[in-house]
């Protein structure tokens, strides 16, 4: 049998009502995004990054009723705007390899998509940054969206001008999904990465996704209220991913940062600092000194 072909956490996405919005948010929040990205036509979408030296965020809007973006406005109708999907690494792997892998591991996937997209070169001019996706199955995975991602053009994508963020951001940490059945649930995450191992952490489960990369915290619905105590959780969508840990240089400085741009993040009884829903598009993200 070959190598499993994942290799970790590439970035996940905010799938998100207002993309402008949203934008506005994430830029008050200390964080610096590229250029917006238009996808083609025939997606109907468009994009923010925010760049870590590993991996990103995405903030994903809607910008045209097109068949290719139906999926897109119907999950906003149906659950709301949020962290909805976590995209995995394949490096140095085409993506037809990677799914005929998976294949033999018993692991169902979608089919491989091509694309690009125009970016805009701080230097002036314009360069393409092309990928390859395809999807988990709906089976194969316990919540949320997982897909993944292989990067054509990294150097148009991890543009060295995007990586420094006011907030002293340097990557991402945790992802945490609320599950009714978390064991089960993280044990389903793990065998979606070559290097999944699940371990027990507090009322849940931690599942390691790979070498420099993010990992899942897997929680009871229930526990969320003693995790991000003080937090309107009312606005998370069900069935997508919670909340987003991200490294940051001097906590301190990224909580007086926060602060002085009007928001009023949570002190955790972890010691980190967490930002809820309504000031973020949709998930709670939390801050982690590096």
Not at 205 to 219: E, I, K, N, Q, Y
Not at 228 to 240: E, F, I, N, S
Not at 262 to 275: D, M, T, V
């Amino acid at each position: 049998m070959t190598d499993h072909p994942v290799t970790g956490i590439d970035h996940a996405f905010l799938l998100v009502d207002d993309l402008e919005a949203a934008a506005a948010d994430w830029r008050r929040m200390g964080f610096t995004l590229s250029p917006r990205g238009l996808h083609s036509a025939a997606m109907g979408s468009a994009n923010y990054t925010m760049m870590f030296p590993r991996d990103y965020l995405e903030l994903l809007g809607v910008v045209s009723a097109v068949e290719g973006s139906a999926a897109h406005r119907r999950k906003l109708a149906e659950q709301g705007q949020g962290l909805h999907a976590i995209a995995v690494r394949i490096e140095g792997t085409k993506a037809e390899d990677a799914t005929a892998r998976l294949s033999e591991r018993g692991i169902a996937t979608g089919a491989v998509q091509h694309f690009s997209r125009p970016v805009d070169l701080p230097g002036g001019g314009q360069g393409e940054a092309a990928f390859s996706i395809f999807p988990y199955a709906p089976e194969e995975i316990p919540q949320g969206h997982v897909f993944a991602c292989g990067h054509h053009t990294r150097d148009t994508v991890w543009l060295p001008e995007l990586l420094e963020h006011p907030n002293g951001a340097q990557g991402l940490d945790s992802f945490t999904v609320l599950s009714p059945e978390p064991e089960k649930a993280a044990r389903g995450y793990a065998r979606l990465f070559a290097h999944g191992e699940v371990s027990a952490e507090g009322d849940g489960f931690r599942v390691a996704t790979g070498l420099d990369s993010a990992v899942l915290r897997v929680l009871p619905r229930e526990a969320a209220a003693a995790l991000w105590p003080g937090l309107d959780l009312t606005r998370l969508p069900r069935d997508a991913y919670a909340g987003v840990a991200i490294r940051v240089r001097d906590l301190a400085a990224t909580e007086a940062l926060l602060r002085g741009a009007g928001l009023n993040p949570a002190r955790l009884p972890s010691g980190s600092i967490a930002l809820g829903p309504e000031a973020t598009a949709g998930a709670v993200v939390e801050f982690v000194a590096d």
